[in-house]
């Protein structure tokens, strides 16, 4: 089975970074993707890592290490339209390639 | 726009009743998952269909099924609907080689279900 643990909710200013933080526990791992979701709203992908290390996508950035079990996704020059729901999924190995999804973490961004 | 359509945008109907909810995918994607989204279960993994053959299945109710047709469409019936299947539900697809790592998903904007 697979568990994933994130922040519920944070709060940051506009122009700060914030960074939001993701562990998991698999029985098997093909990588791990983070989503952006407004509410009421489909997901959109943000970012992908299966290998160790960052990724950097304008102002957002993602981190893996897959010893840790552990991701992080960073923002920065926060704006307010940043203001969602951030959800890390996890891939299992194999054919299949459903998600597994975190609960999210809202994420407030205050003028 | 993700490419991704789906129907109906919202759904009320009452419970017993039997929906079906459709997803259309990118142009040249192969499969089609389901999820779905409620306040106290966050979004859920329900089945993934791969050029019309079920490749995976989630926690997905006896009540619910799905199929993948030949021109890679997609439909989800919900029979027997109980209050708790009040939700959203989200198609994604992705191309799926057989071969290769992991693709991205794209998700349509979702149908909202309300079961009264």
Redesign the interface.
Known sequence: GQNIDQPTEMTATEGAIVQINCTYQTSGF??L?W?QQHA??????LS?N?LDGLEEKGRFSSFLSRSKGYSYLLLKELQMKDSASY?C?V?PSG??????????TQLTVLP | D?GVTQTPKHLITATGQRVTLRCSPRSGDL?V?WYQQSLDQ????LI?YYNGEE??K?NILERFSAQQFPDLHSELNLSSLELGDSA?Y?CAS?H?R?AG??????????T?LLVL
């Open positions: 093909n990588g993707f989503y009421g709203e489909a997901p959109t992908f992908y299966v959800l999924a891939s054919s299949a390639r459903q998600l597994t999804f975190g609960s999210g | 993700s499969s998952y966050g979004l859920q993994f993934q490749r995976a989630g959203l989200f992705s799926s057989l790592g992991q693709e991205t998903q794209y998700f349509g904007p979702g909202r």
